[in-house]
């Protein structure tokens, strides 16, 4: 028989507690019911039907298609629910009980930041101090669910399997994490450390020594015609090797102002910029866990101008009131290739096209992408739309549009930077 009901299921066969001795399932008279085998209920639904676990953490009384009762459970993200060997019915998120269909509520109880794998049980939690990673139990108990939040209402979920959970519950140790290098900028990893907070064990590595000092970062190395990048050779060299190859991002650049005034426009106040590397600004951005929802900008000094970089944001190709009192141009695009391009002088939007398609340009002045385009050899370009095989160098459009030519040079130096939330 099954031990759980989870999400979107409906109740068939019963499901039972541990022992056996208790069960959710129907009763004589078709209502769903909590009962032990000598018939002693403890709980039942509120109408005779078909009983489900519905998305809003509710359970649903169906009379073919129509709901004829919903339980007053509050709303919850999750996962299954158990039935206990007193009786109780219990709702799990991944792994953490958050409700009792007898009791309500379960409140979490916090270890803080570092606890022996043997304490992460039932309501018992390793929680960072920023609450966005936590360990729990799975709902069997001989699992570990690690669950890392990563944006509004999304979660990455890592399961520690029962063997494995079995062989990090070692005398004088302890499950944490730490800041661990990985790709450049670092990220948070759980590890399990001993008395000495040697690190024993890395999720994802197995056996893991400490880590050593990190090695000095080294500059990009520049392409040989660098010095003519942005006008013939190689034009994409700021962004393929000074920024590192960025596989999505947003670029805008401001005429006339100058770095701190672009990030206060962006919305930052001065509290708020620093300057650093892009690649000390990215770490920065995992270890503080930026969500995608938060703005990891960059604003580099081009002559009078700025150059905005967002990484993983698109903020500036839809505001063209970054441009207020002079002239901007922005390139957006995503992993996904959804590119969304804006020329802006005073706050108004001059032209803007998505999906590299400017022959559909619309604004206050769509024709000021034209002559840019026909150096481009884009002479017509509804035909260009038309063409399944035409691809838009949008980076080269904003080069030409905006009258700058960054180099490696511009983009590896100390820009002035800002984190700001979404």
Request: hydrophobic share 40%; glycine share 12%; with cysteine.
């Amino acid at each position: 028989m099954p031990r759980l009901l989870r999400q979107f299921e409906t109740l068939g066969e019963p499901v039972t507690s541990p022992s056996g001795e208790w069960a959710l399932r129907y009763g004589t008279g078709g209502r769903a019911v909590i009962a032990d085998r000598n018939g002693t209920i403890t709980w039942a639904a509120g109408a005779v039907g078909t009983l489900r676990l519905e998305l809003a953490g509710v359970f649903a009384v169906y009379d073919g298609d129509q709901v004829v009762w919903r339980g007053d459970l509050p709303p919850l993200s999750y996962s299954s629910l158990h039935v206990t060997d007193d009786g109780d019915g219990i709702i799990y998120d991944d792994g953490l009980p958050t409700c009792s269909v007898l009791h309500g509520p379960i409140e979490p109880v916090s270890l803080g930041d570092r606890a022996p794998v043997a304490e992460i049980r039932a309501n018992r939690v390793l929680a960072s101090g920023n609450g966005k990673r936590t360990v729990t139990r799975n709902a069997g108990g001989d699992g570990l669910v690690y669950k890392r939040k990563i944006g509004q209402g999304a979660a990455l979920v890592t399961v520690v399997q029962p063997a494995q959970a079995q062989a990090l519950d070692q005398p004088g140790t302890w499950l944490t994490w730490r800041f661990l290098p990985e790709n450049g900028p670092g990220d948070w990893a759980l590890v399990l450390v001993g008395p000495d907070d040697d690190v024993r064990w890395v999720l994802g590595q197995g056996h893991a020594a400490p880590p050593g000092p990190e090695p000095a970062a080294q500059p990009p190395a520049a392409p040989a015609d660098d010095t003519q990048a942005g006008k013939s050779g190689y034009p994409r060299a700021w962004m393929d090797t000074g920024l590192g190859g960025m596989e999505a991002y947003c670029v805008t650049v401001i005429h006339n102002v100058d770095p701190d005034e672009a990030l206060r426009r962006f919305g930052a106040d001065d509290s708020q910029i620093a300057t650093s590397t892009w690649a000390e600004l990215l770490r920065r951005a995992r270890y503080e866990e930026a969500s995608p929802d938060d703005h990891v900008l960059a604003a580099f000094g081009l002559g009078p101008h700025t150059l905005l970089v967002e990484d993983g944001g698109y903020q500036g190709a839809t505001r063209p009131d970054l441009s207020r009192g002079t002239f901007a141009v922005s390139a957006y695009s995503s992993i996904n290739f959804d590119r969304i391009f804006l020329v802006s002088r005073d706050g108004e939007t001059l032209a803007t096209f998505d999906e590299n398609m400017p022959g559909s340009a619309w604004g206050a002045e769509p024709w000021v992408v034209e002559e840019a385009l026909s150096e481009m050899g884009i002479d017509d370009p509804a035909a260009f739309d038309d063409d399944d095989d035409s691809s838009l160098d949008d980076l080269e459009l904003l080069r030409r549009l905006a009258g700058i030519h960054p180099t490696v040079a511009d983009v590896t130096g100390l820009p002035r930077i800002a984190i700001l939330p979404g």
